[in-house]
Each structure stands twice: as C-alpha cells, then as structure tokens.
C-alpha cells in the first residue's frame, strides 16, 4: 500500500531540495522506520547505564520498544519489550533491575536475562502438546539481530545483515575516540540522569539543523548578546577582569560571528554521517585546566596528550540518529515517535579519572545550552515546531538546501566544504542523499 501512494521516491529528493512531504508525510514516515530506523545501527546507550546483571533500560529503536539489559554472563543484550505469550510489555519502567530473570506481569511467564524462557505456569497441565513448549524458540523473548558495543557505546541493528558497527560508523567513529581519549583512564561513564525532550516536528529537522553553522549567530543571537553584556560588566568590576566562564559559554552565540563560523569546515561522510570542524570553546590556562592537563600527560605522555586535545571537531552527527558533541561530553539520541513527534535524549558523560573542576565545567554547559529551561534550546524547539507548521502549508513543495552548493570538494566519496564555505548546508544534502539511497531499499 505504501508503494502505492509514494510511487517513485526519488522525485522527491533533487541535489539542491527536497519535497516537503518528506518531513509531513505520515506512509513516508512509517517506510522511514521500516527502511532505516529499524534496519542501520541505532544507538541503545552506554554500558555504565547498567553495571549490574538484572540492571535494564528501556529504549525506542524505531517502532520497536526495546530493553538494553546485563546479562547473567556480564554481557549486555538488547531484546524486544513484549511477551511472546499475549504481547504484554516485560518491562513496563523506564529503568530498574529485574533480578535473576524477567517475569511477565500479566500471566507470569519468565525468562532468562539473555530472553531464553526460564518458566511457563502450569506448563506441563496447560501447554504439553502444543507449540509452547519450554524447548520452542516461540517462547523467547525476540532479540535484536546484531548488538554491538564500542568503548562503551552499546548499539543494535534489527537487521540480520548488513555492515558492522565500525564499518556503519566509519571516520565518524572519532566522536566516541575523542571523548574517551580526553578521559585519563581511557573510558567515561555516564551521568544517570538524562534531559528528555519532545519536540513537535520531525526528526529530520532536529538532525539538520546541528550542523548547520548558520543558524547559531541568527537564533541565538538575543540570548548571546545578554550574556556578553553581563560578561562585560563582570569584567569591569573585577580584579582580574574576567567573567566566569559559563557566561563564555552563552556569549560565544553572539560574539562568534557568522564570518567566523564560515572558516570552519564540514566533512561528510558516507551513510550520512557528518563532521563540523573547529571547536569554538576555549582552552583556558587556570589552576582546574593545569590541573587536568598534567594528570593527562601522567596518563598519556606529552606527545599523545598533545594529540587528544588537539583533535579539532566540535560536533559530529552520526546519521540517523546520534548528535555527539565530545570536547563537551555529551550526546543527544534521536527517537523518532510519528511525523510530527521527536524525543530526544540529552545525555552527559564523566571524564574516568578527570578532576572534579572538569566534571563540573563541562556539567555547567550541558545546564546552560542544552538543558530544555535554557534559552538556548528554547529558541531551536520553537523553530522546529515552525519549520514543521509551514511545510504542513500549501504555501511552498520544496525546502531549499542549495547554500555554497557547487563548492564542494569531494574525494572518494567523502565531501568537504571549501575554504571560508562552513555554513554550506553540505550536511544537509548529504543526509538527504543518504535518506534517498536508504529509502530506495
């Protein structure tokens, strides 16, 4: 049927737009799922989530509610959330720890950590004879077809086949090298707690518009220019003349300019995975960054430790659902709810083996810009839910992403912005080209 009402979807991607209908389209959306939410490699989340066996975590992989558990064997397995008996979700909270097995609250039924069913009540009374059985694989718990964990980061791909994890990832596998590289003991862990936001638009916008260096110094600007303002007058009534950094932080969205953001450079992947260059942030020399740097040095040597912290990214997308900020220590994962419905979840990392200070520096950024209170996602919730209203108009059938478009340098496949081109919407078309060759199955 779906066939049917989109006959031919590649009318609906050009090099330079795309059909609105890609974003309001709710049988579009639905082949989405099926076709690449719920075939690549989608993020479950990290290991430290569940340190302990019976320890789980609920997550949405496409259509398909999902348990991220350790298991009785130390390893972490990802299963389908539904009782192969009448369909009951196994676990109905968000997070917990099971025990020793699952057992299904509706009529009982239990089952291993891995998904193998342990025991049916009355089994031998009720179900002897029939396809129930404790040796048939219809009583299990279904598993997702591929898990794979890399430095801690867990995910899972409901296709049998397909590439693997690092070769999905490809050079955007830099993200999760560059957070835990920056960790003295090589590994993160994650801050339990995550923001959890809706936003009422489609997913596609919210992944576009995180490497899209335009828009920082346009949406942003009012809350920046306040900060600057009160970074000013902090300076003046100062000794040292210096604002706390955190007004940095705020300040940066009007201060760095969009000549500025335009020297940067953007390096596109396949799969439709991207890279924004040139982290914008500051490498103070206080007492806390002295402090981290030498117990880095301890833990690396000079040479490496050079070479950690002068990786130059600032964001990297991991198409289609994973927005990393590393030099940050933060995540974003993309679920996809309907057409016009998106969660994300906002997650901060802990530096294993980093001083406190930087703990709390980078926690201070993950409360000021990505928090759903701050002004800052407030300004980008609202223009998703814009975006989404006027494509849902008669008003327009294409959305544009022509911006620096011809000045793109590509090699083998991989295509980076010219010199003084950052904010070219590159990502965005790469993307878009990766939805086309997805879609078309």
């Avoid at 609920?58 to 064997?73: H, K, L, N, S, Y």
């Avoid at 397909?162 to 830099?174: H, M, N, Q, S, Y």
């Avoid at 990393?324 to 901060?348: C, F, K």
Wanted: proline share 5%; aromatic share 10%.
């Amino acid at each position: 049927m779906l066939q049917e009402q989109i006959p031919d979807l590649a009318k609906f991607v050009e090099p330079d737009r795309v059909r609105r209908e890609v974003y309001t389209d709710a049988a579009i959306f639905d082949l989405e799922m099926q076709r690449i939410h719920e075939k690549v490699w989608i993020y479950c989340g990290h290991e430290t989530q569940v340190p302990k066996v019976g320890d789980y975590y609920t997550v949405q992989i496409g259509r398909q509610p999902m348990i991220m558990v350790r298991g009785a064997d130390g390893k972490i397995h990802v299963l389908y959330n539904r009782c192969p008996h009448r369909g009951n979700m196994i676990a109905g909270d968000r997070k917990g720890n099971t025990g020793e097995f699952f057992r299904c609250s509706y009529h009982a039924w239990q089952f291993h950590l891995d998904g193998k069913l342990k025991n049916i009540p009355m089994m031998e009374a009720g179900y002897k004879g029939t396809r129930y059985e404790k040796d048939k694989s219809d009583c299990n718990v279904k598993r997702a077809a591929r898990v794979e964990n890399y430095r801690g980061f867990v995910f899972a791909s409901l296709a049998n086949d397909g590439p693997t994890l690092k070769e999905f990832l490809g050079k955007a596998i830099v993200a999760f090298d560059d957070m835990c590289d920056r960790a003295p003991e090589g590994e993160v862990e994650i801050v339990p707690t995550c923001f959890r936001v809706i936003q009422h638009s489609n997913w596609k916008i919210f992944l576009e518009n995180q490497l899209d260096a335009l828009h920082p110094s346009v949406v942003h600007q009012s809350t920046g220019r306040a900060a600057h303002e009160v970074e000013k007058e902090i300076a003046k009534r100062t000794k040292k003349g210096e604002a706390p950094l955190s007004y940095h932080m705020l300040s940066a969205f009007a201060t760095v300019t969009i000549d500025k953001w335009d020297s940067f450079q953007t390096i596109n992947y396949p799969h439709g995975h991207c890279i924004l260059t040139g982290y914008m942030g500051l490498r103070p020399r206080d007492p806390d960054t002295l402090a981290y740097d030498k117990v880095m040095i301890k833990a690396y040597g000079q040479k490496r430790f050079e070479e950690i912290v002068g990786v130059n990214i600032h964001h990297v997308l991991i198409y289609p659902g994973l927005s990393v900020q590393s030099p940050l220590q933060q995540l974003r994962a993309v679920r996809p709810l309907g057409v016009d419905r998106t969660l994300t979840e906002i997650w901060h990392f802990r530096l294993k083996g980093a001083p406190e200070p930087i703990y709390r520096r980078s926690l201070a950024y993950y409360n000021l810009v990505n928090s759903p209170s701050t002004l800052i996602n407030a300004d980008d919730l609202e223009n998703f839910w814009k975006c989404h209203q006027g494509l849902s108009s008669d008003a327009g059938q294409w959305v544009s992403f022509a911006r620096h478009m011809g000045r793109d340098l590509e090699n083998d496949g991989v295509v980076e912005t010219a010199p003084n081109c950052g904010t070219s919407e590159a990502p965005m078309r790469n993307q878009m080209k990766a939805w086309a060759e997805y879609m078309r199955g």
